[in-house]
């Protein structure tokens, strides 16, 4: 059965203490790895899609990479404006997207 | 920057009414999905819409919900008749392709009394 499992579920740091989450899944027929943000009581904000293994993508603070088994989203040097849920997903080659549990991420001043 | 909108932000129905959730997708996108997200839980994909017609659906779509794109710029999701299961941000998502990226709207909280 496909799945997505993203850990930890909630990580609090201090502002300025990098760190990485992690996305691990099993998925026929990958077809892209999706990180998302979402703020409470909105809609997911698309962060980074990423399509092979090996590949990287960066934003401000953070970088996406991928393996064939999972996927980690590094936050360096994160700010209280980095706090939000990350949502990790796949997608499947028949069109569906399988969403992760997300991790609450909150950021200290 | 072009987005996806969700009318309306809040709706509260009673058991067994049926309501219409409503969404403009991105102008140059030619998908259209509906996800729905019960509090605390994760995104739940139910059902993706290209050329007029559904490509998939998942289990939780069942008789009791249909979509429609009545022009060129709506996509609506109805639900028949509301359970109290029901109860959930649904939100709304579209791509220019289906192998892109998805962009998601901003959600329509439904309360079924």
């Known amino acids: ?109 | 920057e072009p987005e996806v909108t969700q009318t309306p932000s809040h709706q509260v129905t009673q058991m067994g009414q049926e309501v219409i959730l409503r969404c403009v997708p991105i102008s140059n996108h030619l998908y259209f999905y509906w996800y729905r997200q019960i509090l605390g839980q994760k995104v739940e994909f139910l059902v993706s819409f290209y050329n007029n017609e559904i490509s998939e659906k998942s289990e939780i779509f069942d008789d009791q919900f249909s979509v429609e794109r009545p022009d060129g710029s709506n996509f609506t999701l109805k639900i028949r008749s509301t359970k109290l299961e029901d109860s959930a941000m649904y939100f709304c998502a579209s791509t220019r392709d289906s192998q892109e990226t998805q962009y998601f709207g901003p959600g329509t909280r439904l309360l079924v009394l």
């Open chain 1, 1 to 109: 059965e496909d799945q997505v499992t993203q850990s930890p579920e909630a990580l609090r740091l201090q502002e300025g203490e990098s760190s990485s989450l992690n996305c691990s899944y099993t998925v026929s027929g990958l077809r892209g790895l999706f990180w998302y943000r979402q703020d409470p009581g909105k809609g997911p904000e698309f962060l980074f899609t990423l399509y092979s293994a090996g590949e990287e993508k960066e934003k401000e603070r953070l970088k996406a990479t991928l393996t064939k088994k999972e996927s980690f989203l590094h936050i360096t040097a994160p700010k209280p404006e980095d706090s939000a849920t990350y949502l990790c997903a796949v997608g499947r080659r028949d069109d569906k997207i399988i969403f992760g549990k997300g991790t609450r991420l909150h950021i200290l001043p």
